[in-house]
């Protein structure tokens, strides 16, 4: 069946160091691949998404591509800021309603 | 536009007692889907609905049931609670059947059961 996995936080950096937070996944077919974001005490929100291979997702300074030669979506960023502690999700949907979460990478960043 | 909107925002139950909850959304999304998180565990699916007047199971849809009597309410109900239900619930839509289609989540409730 159709899984991600995301690495376990959490991630603690200081302000303006680089951030990755790895994403892989399994999936029959050609799934559309997302990262969302939760600030603490709201719900999900979309940071981007990529829907075809080779595809490179961008939002607030984040970046993923969609490798299917690795099965990977690595959410990266080049500068984070204390703003951007959350908890990162990453998820796909392949051809039916269901959608697939990881278990979430907390990020806490140090100023 | 609202979005998607949850009531309540947090509610303390007893062990036993009933209560719904309600989800609106304005984007005239024909999915719906309620989801519980709990630490450690990410999201896991309770019920969805493809359109208005249908339902189906998640996950984890013991203990849960849910009606979508209008296409932009989807409404969760827990007929006795107890405390392993104790957790955050969110709620999303989506627009229909596309993959590339984004879920839209709403705020949550936070549900205590005592």
């Known amino acids: 069946g159709n899984s991600v996995t995301q690495m376990e936080g959490p991630v603690t950096l200081s302000e303006e160091a680089f951030l990755t937070i790895n994403c892989t996944y399994t999936?029959?077919?050609?799934?559309?691949l997302f990262w969302y974001v939760q600030y603490p005490g709201e719900g999900l929100q979309l940071l981007l998404k990529?829907?075809?291979?080779?595809d490179k997702g961008s939002n607030k300074g984040f970046e993923a591509t969609y490798r299917k030669e690795t099965t990977s979506f690595h959410l990266e960023k080049g500068s984070v800021q204390v703003s951007d502690s959350a908890v990162y999700f990453c998820?796909?949907?392949?051809?039916?309603?269901?959608?697939?979460f990881g278990t979430g990478t907390r990020l806490k960043v140090l100023a | 536009n609202a979005g998607v909107t949850q009531t309540p925002k947090f509610r303390v139950l007893k062990t036993g007692q009933s209560m719904t909850l309600l989800c609106a959304q304005d984007?005239?999304?024909?999915?719906m889907y309620w989801y519980r998180q709990d630490p450690g565990m990410g999201l896991r699916l309770i019920h969805y609905?493809?359109?208005?007047?249908?339902?189906a199971k998640g996950e984890v849809p013991d203990g849960y049931n849910v009606s979508r009597l209008k296409k932009q309410n989807f409404l969760l109900g827990l007929e006795s609670a107890a405390p392993s239900q104790t957790s955050v619930y969110f709620c999303?839509?989506?627009?229909?059947?596309?993959?590339?289609?984004?879920?839209?989540f709403g705020p949550g409730t936070r549900l205590t059961v005592t």
């Open positions: 999936a029959t077919g050609y799934p559309s």
């Open positions: 609905s493809v359109g208005e007047g249908t339902t």
């Open positions: 984007m005239n999304h024909e999915y």
């Open positions: 999303a839509s989506t627009p229909g059947l596309a993959i590339s289609y984004e879920q839209y």
């Open positions: 998820a796909l949907r392949s051809g039916t309603y269901k959608y697939i």
């Open positions: 990529a829907t075809k291979a080779d």
